[in-house]
């Protein structure tokens, strides 16, 4: 069962364009991470949101985590090539990780064409 | 050295076939994972272990099985190899310790081993 979504699944834009990514659950988050996976490497953490309403900013990208804790998104500024990749947003659910485990949004594939 | 080294990274092998995937680390951590990719579905975990004597399934358990032979060693086993299970698979780690009330639990991943089952 898919807990989390995501959209797009797919994004193919320009060098330069701005683009922004959902992530949505019918569930509360306790924390949302958002992860990016590049071509035969594991993914790689990207944030970590925490607060309802809370907005963090990574260089070009912000993200931005829901009032109600039930939905995100990740916003990219001037894309470049070097953004292309897969990108995962993972809901933990536990508070004090009594359980640990992180389930996965089923990613967005984003290709910056030059 | 990776802090996650997974062997192999790839794999080929056929219907019926047992195949064991190992997984090592050196971060030191408790906790440690192992989760499916197929395109479209992104990540499902298959089985996870929070130390040496505590294994648990996860979404998608049921063709694998796991063993934690050491903190730092999970291995995945398919007892026998179907072509549906042909996918990526990720092993990872992860430190409960340092998150603070937001439990957050983060996961340092593997390079990852693509299995195709003929």
């Not at chain 1, 807990?3 to 994004?11: C, D, H, I, R, V």
């Not at chain 1, 035969?40 to 925490?50: A, I, K, R, S």
Request: net charge neutral; aromatic share 10%; with cysteine.
């Amino acid at each position: 069962t898919q807990l989390l979504e995501q959209s797009p699944q797919f994004l193919s834009i320009q060098e330069g364009e701005n683009l922004t990514v959902y992530c949505n659950s019918s569930s509360v988050f306790s924390s949302l991470q958002w992860y990016r996976q590049e071509p035969g490497e594991g993914p790689v953490l990207l944030v970590t949101v925490v607060t309802g309403g809370e907005v963090k900013k990574l260089k070009r990208l912000t993200f931005q985590f829901g009032d109600a804790r039930k939905d995100s998104s990740l916003h990219i500024t001037a894309a470049q090539p070097g953004d292309t990749g897969l990108y995962l947003c993972a809901q933990s659910w536990e508070i004090y990780n009594q359980g640990g485990k992180l389930i996965f949004g089923q990613g967005t594939e984003l290709s910056v064409k030059p | 050295d990776a802090d996650v080294t997974q062997t192999p990274r790839n794999r080929i092998t056929k219907t019926g076939k047992r195949i064991m995937l190992e997984c090592s680390q050196t971060k030191g951590h408790d906790r440690m994972y192992w989760y499916r990719q197929d395109p479209g579905l992104g990540l499902r975990l298959i089985y996870y272990s929070f130390d040496v004597k505590d294994i648990n399934k996860g979404e998608i358990s049921d063709g694998y099985s796991v063993s934690r032979q050491a903190q730092a060693k999970f291995s995945l086993s398919l007892e026998s190899a179907i072509p549906n299970q042909t996918a990526l698979y990720f092993c990872a780690t992860s430190d409960p310790g340092g998150q603070g009330f937001s439990g957050a639990n983060v996961l340092t991943f593997g390079a990852g081993s693509r299995l195709t089952v003929l």
